[in-house]
């Protein structure tokens, strides 16, 4: 079972540090065994999310805060247009954190096909990426952290916010590769709520009384 929480979506966006803190909230109980499996859904207000691995050199030069998180991977960037996925699930043992971020690349790429994206895996790098005219683009983000064997942080699928905010980093610590959304792929305007459902109903039948 994995139950669904819609946190805030436009235009009621989540302060990221009010996020984190919800997280931590049901990560407890999904730990104590007094919750189930959970998902939390939503919009960020703008932020940039340093994780362990963020270089000096890759946080934004500007002054522009950001905020240093818990999680693997580097700096990224959230706000307005992206749908945020949180899934507090707990894992199988052994633990295998890289096979849960396969897998939610997997569900990702299922709920983005219904809509148009023909997303992929790349060997070595995480999220859903896409193939674009001149480039190798992210479409979807991927971070998380795993902590008595239940899972926290999780994903972002850029659907109609600004790529702006990307400008002044280095996302993920990439160089060779740019970022788009799921607008940008179908030539439509495709909000977070329109792939909401989609991607919630992707992750709730893959979870069903599965062990992760």
């Known amino acids: 079972m994995l139950e669904i929480l819609e946190a805030g979506l436009a235009p009621d966006y989540v302060p990221y540090l009010d996020g984190w803190a919800l997280q931590r909230r049901i990560h407890a109980d999904v730990v104590a065994g007094t919750r189930p499996d959970t998902m939390i859904v939503l919009e960020h207000e703008p932020v940039y999310t340093a994780g362990k691995r963020t270089e000096p050199q890759e946080r934004p030069q500007d002054g522009t ?56 895996q790349v060997e070595g790098r995480s999220g859903v990426w896409v193939r674009r005219p001149l480039s190798e683009d992210k479409v979807a983000a991927i971070g998380v952290r795993v902590e008595k064997g239940v899972t926290m942080h999780g994903f972002a699928v850029n659907c109609d916010n600004t790529l702006a905010g990307f400008r002044g980093i280095i996302p993920c610590g990439i160089t060779d590769a740019g970022v788009t959304t799921v607008s940008e792929i179908v030539g439509a305007d495709i909000a977070p709520r329109d792939i909401l459902d989609t991607v919630t109903a992707v992750f709730q039948e893959e979870y069903a009384g599965a062990v992760a």
């Open 65 to 120: 805060p950001v905020v240093d998180v818990d999680r693997g991977g580097k700096i990224t960037w959230h706000g307005p247009g992206q749908l945020v996925g949180y899934p507090i699930v707990r894992l199988g043992d052994p633990v295998d954190v890289v096979a849960h971020v396969r897998r939610i690349e997997r569900l990702l790429i299922a709920a983005l096909r219904v809509h148009g994206v023909d997303g992929y």
